[in-house]
């Protein structure tokens, strides 16, 4: 079975620009979190999505946006890039929080952003 | 609000030594409590994790946590360690009433097995 899977590996992006990241989730999983990982700040929550609609987010600027796809595949978009924005940026899948409640969030290996 | 804290940002230790990574936790509500591994270059793959019920959980890879609720505590331990143990490890918890992939994470503790 495919884990969690995101794209790309690697981003090189230029202050200023918009980066678009990518997640699928594990097969059946309805809920994807995003987070960031930057050096220094240790792993921060991002955002929350199911069932295509965001359910949470955490604190971040409003830059940083995103979205859920019918198949559960979602975007993470971040734009007006900044230097701070360099980091390692991990998607999680998990069942939907219903009854028996999830008790686990698989997470992708990652993609490293560096903006310069 | 939750908050993580991992007592100890670098453990160093010999190979097939014990070695305990500690976690405490605050909150104002039920939690549940994880303790994910990081190897370089990777993403975080889940060791354990403590729900409900017996305070001691195993995990894998021959590690172990236990849940000290009157401390606020869930340390991870392991009798004897490899090389291959070297990591990042990450202590979580998530709100009882919420879903489990949102986490609060600790700084993380680097482990570090030398041979």
């Known amino acids: 079975e495919a884990g969690v899977t995101q794209s790309p590996t690697h981003l090189i992006k230029t202050r200023g620009q918009q980066a678009t990241l990518r997640c699928s989730p594990i097969?059946?999983?309805?809920?994807v979190y995003w987070y960031q990982q930057a050096l220094g700040l240790g792993l921060q929550f991002l955002l929350w999505?199911?069932?295509?609609?965001?359910?949470n987010r955490g604190n971040f600027p409003p830059r940083f946006s995103g979205r859920q796809f019918p198949n559960y595949s979602s975007e993470l978009n971040v734009n007006a890039l900044e230097l701070e924005d360099s980091a390692l940026y991990l998607c999680?899948?998990?069942?939907?929080?219903?009854?028996?409640?999830?008790?686990?969030?698989?997470f992708g290996q990652g993609t490293r952003l560096t903006v310069v | 609000a939750q908050s993580v804290t991992q007592l100890d940002s670098q453990v160093p230790v010999f190979e097939e030594a014990p070695v305990e990574l500690r976690c405490n936790y605050s909150?104002?509500?039920?939690?549940?409590l994880f303790w994910y591994v990081q190897y370089p270059n990777q993403g975080l793959q889940l060791l354990l994790k403590?729900?409900?019920?017996?305070?001691l959980v195993k995990g894998i890879n021959g590690f172990e946590a236990e849940f000290n609720k009157s401390q606020t505590s869930f340390h991870l331990r392991k009798p004897s360690v490899h090389i291959s143990d070297t990591a990042e490890y990450f202590c979580?918890?998530?709100?009882?009433?919420?879903?489990?992939?949102?986490?609060?994470f600790g700084q993380g503790t680097t482990l570090q097995v030398k041979p």
């Open positions: 999680a899948s998990s069942l939907e929080d219903r009854a028996p409640k999830n008790t686990e969030a698989f």
């Open positions: 097969s059946g999983h309805t809920s």
């Open positions: 999505y199911d069932e295509g609609e965001e359910r």
């Open positions: 909150s104002s509500v039920s939690v549940y």
């Open positions: 403590y729900l409900s019920g017996s305070t």
């Open positions: 979580a918890v998530s709100r009882y009433s919420s879903n489990t992939g949102k986490l609060i």
